[in-house]
């Protein structure tokens, strides 16, 4: 099945940097999902990108779609207290059963 | 709604204990997965099943099985349960049809085996 690696495994930022994860694989991915879960809470999606290239925005949060379909990135503006949590990626195989395969998220702290 | 739901949300089994968690979810959602989730490990998929009726192994099948027992409920079972597998276990659910399938996840059920 297809696989992510996502990195960096942990980022500890202060208050206002930025902050970046990505999400690679080897082979090229039909999609792509991110998810973000709270300390103590369950993954919550936050957004899907399937075409090439795509970029999407929420706010401070700037979604990317590799030109390839290899890999993707989630880049937050300014970080806040409240941006705290893990950070995972997942890519569905496309087929009938929808599962999705998880990257092992990107661990954010912020230091207010 | 109340999305998807878990019992227990805590639970403490010794070593060949078993039992079964429990997930539900009111979407009308055709897809229902069951999750692990330890510490650097990520999300690993136990089982899954794509429609009401059907269930199959993931990439953690093994010391549990499933039950579909209709469109609304995804069971999980550990007959003898082990250390290993001290884990918080989230139950997810996805639409199953063409579009964006987000997957909607359960509050988790923190699992400790001695």
């Known amino acids: 099945g297809q696989q992510v690696m996502q990195i960096p495994q942990y980022q500890h930022v202060q208050e206002g940097e930025d902050f970046t994860t990505y999400c690679n694989s080897s082979?090229?991915?039909?999609?792509i999902q991110w998810y973000k879960q709270r300390p103590g809470g369950h993954p919550v999606f936050l957004i899907q990108?399937?075409?090439?290239?795509e970029v999407k925005k929420q706010k401070r949060l700037t979604f990317q779609f590799g030109e390839a379909k290899k890999n993707s990135s989630l880049h937050i503006t300014a970080t806040q207290t409240t941006d705290v949590g893990t950070y995972f990626c997942g890519t569905g195989g496309g087929g009938s059963n929808y599962k999705l395969t998880f990257g092992k998220g990107t661990l954010l702290t912020v230091n207010p | 709604n109340a999305g998807v739901t878990q019992t227990p949300k805590f639970q403490v089994l010794k070593t060949g204990q078993s039992m079964t968690l429990q997930c539900a979810q009111d979407m009308n959602h055709n897809s229902m997965y069951w999750y692990r989730q330890d510490p650097g490990m990520g999300l690993r998929l136990i089982y899954y099943s794509a429609s009401e009726g059907t269930t199959d192994k993931g990439e953690v099948p093994n010391g549990y099985n499933v039950s579909r027992l209709n469109k609304r409920e995804f069971s999980l079972r550990l007959e003898s349960a082990a250390p290993s597998q001290t884990s918080v276990y989230f139950c997810?659910?996805?639409?199953?049809?063409?579009?964006?399938?987000?997957?909607?996840f359960g509050p988790g059920t923190r699992l400790t085996v001695t």
């Open positions: 082979t090229t991915l039909s999609n």
């Open positions: 997810a659910s996805t639409r199953g049809s063409s579009g964006v399938n987000e997957q909607y």
């Open positions: 990108l399937v075409k090439s290239g």
